[in-house]
């Protein structure tokens, strides 16, 4: 299984899929406008970043997983919205997840057993959280599968390459070529979600808190960056060759916050 979704996921990794940086451009500019208004007085922002990462993230990685009609826009729904219940839920379900675990196995499953008792029948928080986090993945991927129903016989849905309406290769399509069971392909996109979203957005909060506490590597990383493009979009090959952000980068994989 897990080399099977290893496959599946290489084509996201694939050099013409990291080239087109528009999707990460549309989310990241949709975290600038999620950005609070500045300091009148010093023009400065005071901010958390690391949520506004997590929402960029999970908008970026829903658009890659599902495709650009169904991803995720965190970013700019409004409360209550069926993406900030998902990454509420989903918070949640990967805090509480481990302690779940560890009472479900070895000397501490009777404390896990009596708490189930204790319980009465009635669902706790964390199984709420996955209820709605199983239920909006699942609309999702109802829909995706009704659509491929009503287009199996086109050319596109028999010939394309894990592709969307927009040309993109998109990991929900590619997993619809070898199963349409939709337990499974929520399992898989739940899976790839958590490292997708996850490790990429704690990566910039670890980099943005280095560069806030470090002015010398703010000055000589922004001087590369302005140097580079002036002003340009960035490109993936551009990007390879910056060696100010790549080893910023790079140092930043290594550091743990306490």
């Not at 999707?23 to 300091?39: C, M, N, R």
């Not at 000397?107 to 199984?127: A, N, V």
């Not at 394309?160 to 040309?167: C, I, K, R, T």
């Not at 000589?220 to 551009?238: H, I, M």
Request: charged share 25%; with cysteine; net charge negative.
């Amino acid at each position: 299984m897990f080399n099977s979704t290893q496959n599946l996921i290489r084509p996201n990794f694939a050099k013409m899929q990291i080239s087109d940086l528009s999707t990460f451009e549309q989310h990241f500019q949709e975290l600038l406008k999620a950005l609070p208004p500045s300091d009148p007085v010093s023009a400065q922002i005071e901010v958390d970043l690391q949520p506004l990462f997590f929402r960029m993230t999970l908008d970026s990685a829903s658009e890659l997983l599902l495709g650009s009609d169904m991803s995720f826009h965190s970013q700019s729904d409004p409360p209550g919205s069926i993406s900030l219940q998902f990454m509420d839920a989903f918070d949640y379900a990967q805090m509480k997840v481990h302690r779940r675990n560890i009472l479900e196995r070895g000397w501490t499953k009777p404390i896990g057993l009596l708490y189930q008792i204790s319980k009465c029948g009635r669902k706790d928080r964390f199984e709420r959280a996955c209820d709605t986090m199983h239920s909006i993945i699942d609309d999702m991927i109802r829909a995706f599968l009704t659509k491929l129903e009503k287009t199996e016989s086109s050319t596109h849905s028999q010939e394309g390459d894990g592709e969307g309406d927009d040309g993109k290769y998109v990991f929900l399509h590619e997993m619809a070529k070898t199963t349409s069971d939709p337990l499974e392909l929520r399992h898989e996109i739940l899976n790839v979600l958590v490292a997708g979203r996850d490790t990429t957005a704690s990566l910039l909060s670890n980099v943005f808190f280095i560069l806030a506490r470090r002015p010398d590597l703010w000055a000589s990383v922004r001087a590369e960056v302005v140097e580079t493009f002036n002003g340009r979009l960035p490109d993936y090959e551009t990007l390879r060759s910056m060696r100010q952000v790549r080893n910023l980068m790079n140092e930043c994989k290594y550091i743990i916050l306490v």
